[in-house]
């Protein structure tokens, strides 16, 4: 028997021509650049949130940049990420219809509901960051910031492992990140408090 046997003519054609892998790819592509508009916007956020201690007439130029930064991070990235990756979700599941039928794939439907309903808390934190008119402090944002890496492991593992998935090591790993996440953001904060020399 041959090791390396060519294809035949009709086989690869037909792989070509199969728009699977082509929707695929695009979904792919939406997902980060979407998930990199939410990991970066907060960031943002932040970054505002501690211009206003600084000296005027610095503490007004830089959230006016700010503002500039975030309105083009959340109209031109963002959002049409996310639009154009539910679409190309949409797509990929007129293609493949039994995944409707599988309990992996109903789950991860949950968690984009999860993600647009984070999405567009996000939104209002935006107008609200636009209009000057917040309340946020830079330590919950840092914790907000988290949650799209929360929902951003559960939608991959799912992705990935799909019937494999063990869903109670899957809920053990869930909630010992949560943890690394929150001790990690609480070190960071007395870190920072050490060097700014606050007890």
């Known amino acids: 028997m041959p090791v390396n046997q060519p294809r035949r003519a009709g086989t690869k054609l037909r792989s070509m021509s199969d728009p699977y892998n082509f929707v695929k790819s695009l979904h792919l592509i939406f997902v980060v650049t979407w998930f990199a508009g939410l990991f970066y916007m907060p960031r943002l956020f932040i970054y505002h949130i501690e211009s206003r201690d600084k000296p005027q007439p610095d503490a007004g130029v830089l959230a006016g940049q700010f503002r500039i930064m975030e ?3 959340w109209n031109i990235i963002t959002w049409p990420s996310a639009i154009l990756c539910t679409l190309t979700a949409i797509w990929l599941l007129v293609l493949m219809p039994e995944w ?100």
């Open 71 to 73: 309105r083009r991070l």
């Open 100 to 199: 409707l039928q599988q309990a992996w794939m109903l789950i991860k439907i949950g968690f984009v509901v999860l993600l647009w309903v984070y999405h567009l808390a996000m939104h209002r934190m935006f107008l609200k960051f636009q209009r000057e008119d917040y309340t946020y402090t830079s330590h919950f944002m840092r914790i907000w910031n988290e949650g799209a890496t929360m929902i951003l492991f559960a939608v991959v593992f799912l992705a990935i492992l799909k019937t494999t998935f063990d869903w109670v090591y899957g809920l053990v790993g869930m909630i010992g990140l949560a943890a690394l996440i929150m001790i990690g953001i609480r070190v960071y904060k007395r870190v920072r408090e050490r060097e700014e020399g606050r007890p």
